[in-house]
């Protein structure tokens, strides 16, 4: 596998808006999600290694700043990816950037990998950890 950062594209649509006219706060965080999946369809042997090792991908914080408004019809790129593997937690940072290349938003996203038997939080470690630091990036790497 290769160091990656997920890039994702989205107009900006009315039911996305709030009632002054920009993105709602909270449709940013399922913009950060669709930035996920597509991390996660870039990366089927991730997901088939975590399938194998009975964990589960689990959110446990998110930091975001919001810096910018998004407005309808705004085209906005979302990039995800993997900054920093622990042994019990890991980082995945976001940016959503619209077209004319302001920063909208960006966040700091905290994942442990779930015991899928036990329920519980599990260290990071063997083909799992390798895979993941192989796929880590510098925050650099989101800053054209």
């Known amino acids: ?20 006219g920009h993105v709602n706060n909270a449709r940013y965080l ?3 999600e669709e930035g996920r999946w597509d991390f996660f369809d870039q990366h089927p042997q991730m997901i088939k290694e ?7 991908f689990v959110v ?3 930091n975001i700043d919001y810096l910018a408004a998004a407005r309808h019809g705004d085209d906005l790129e979302i990039m995800t990816g993997i900054v920093d593997v622990g ?9 959503i950037v619209r077209k004319d290349g302001i920063l909208i938003a960006q966040a700091d996203l905290t994942f442990v990998l779930l015991d899928m038997r036990a329920n519980k939080a599990a260290a990071i470690e063997g ?14 790497a989101f800053i054209p």
């Open 87 to 95: 042994d019990r937690s890991g980082l995945c940072h976001h940016r």
């Open 1 to 20: 596998m290769t160091v990656s950062l997920s890039r994702v594209q989205l107009r900006v649509r009315g039911f996305h808006l709030d009632g002054y």
């Open 30 to 32: 399922e913009f950060m």
């Open 50 to 56: 975590l399938q194998q090792a009975g964990r589960a």
């Open 127 to 140: 083909d799992v950890r390798e895979t993941l630091h192989a796929l880590t990036l510098p925050k650099e």
């Open 60 to 62: 446990v914080n998110l």
